[in-house]
C-alpha cells in the first residue's frame, strides 16, 4: 500500500470505526459546504445516528475540525518524510513529494480545502480540553511539516543542488503557493486537478530553484 493509498484508507472512513465515518462525513461537508454552513446534525444524519451520539466521539464540531486539520497536516508531513528519505537526489526528490501532493482523491482535496479555510482558527486557544488538546496537536504537527521541510531544503542547499537562501522563508513560500489552491480548486471543476498539479508543480520547482535539466532522465555512458 503506497502513501496515497495509506491516508485514502484513513480518510474516507474504511477503518470501519463510527468515529472514522464521522470524520469523512465532517470532511465532505466541511470542505463542501464550509465549517460555518454546516450544522452538527447534518453530519449526524449523514452517518446515521442522533446528533447527541456525536458527542460520544467529539466534544463539538470544532473538536472535530482540529481533528481533521491534525490528519491532514500528518499525513502530509509522514508522506514528505517517507518521500524525501528513499530518494536521495534533492530535485527528483521533490519533484516526487509535488506528485504526490496532486495524488488526491475527493476526500482529500475537501480536506486540503478545510484545512486552508479554517488553519486561523488553531491560533485561539479553547476552554474545552479536548479542544484544546486537539488545537495543540494540529498547531504541533504544522511546526514539524515546516520544520521537515526547512531541514530538507537546507541539507539540499549545502549539497549545492539549490540555490542558497532562508530555508524557513523557503519553506513557507512553498506551502504557500500549494496552500493557495484549495481556496479556489473544487472536485470535478472545470480545470482537472492533473493540470493544475503539472503547473504549479513548476511553478514551485521554479521557486525553489531546481532546473528542468535536473530532471531529466541521465544518459547512458557511451
Sequence with gaps: MNSSQERR?????????????????ATERFGRDGYEHTKWADI??????????????????????????????????????????????PARALAAVMADSFDLSEQEVHRN???V?????????STAPPEEEA???????????EFAWASFLSTAMRAGAIAESDPRLLT???L??????WHW????GIVALTRVGEDFTGLALAMVGVPPEALQPQRAAA
Design 9 to 25: 484508507y484513513r480518510s474516507t472512513g474504511r477503518g470501519g470505526t463510527k468515529r472514522q465515518e464521522i470524520l469523512a462525513a
Design 44 to 89: 449526524a444524519h449523514d452517518v446515521g445516528v442522533g446528533p447527541t451520539a456525536l458527542y460520544h466521539y467529539f466534544e463539538s464540531k470544532q473538536h472535530c475540525l482540529y481533528e481533521i486539520m491534525d490528519e491532514a497536516i500528518e499525513d502530509f508531513r509522514s508522506s514528505f518524510v517517507a518521500i524525501t528519505t528513499k530518494e536521495r537526489d
Design 113 to 115: 480545502r478545510v484545512l
Design 117 to 125: 479555510a479554517e488553519q486561523g482558527r488553531l491560533s485561539h486557544p
Design 135 to 145: 488545537r495543540l496537536a494540529a498547531r504541533a504537527r504544522t511546526r514539524d511539516l
Design 172 to 174: 513557507r513560500a512553498v
Design 176 to 181: 504557500g503557493l500549494y496552500n493557495s489552491i
Design 185 to 188: 480548486y473544487r472536485p470535478n
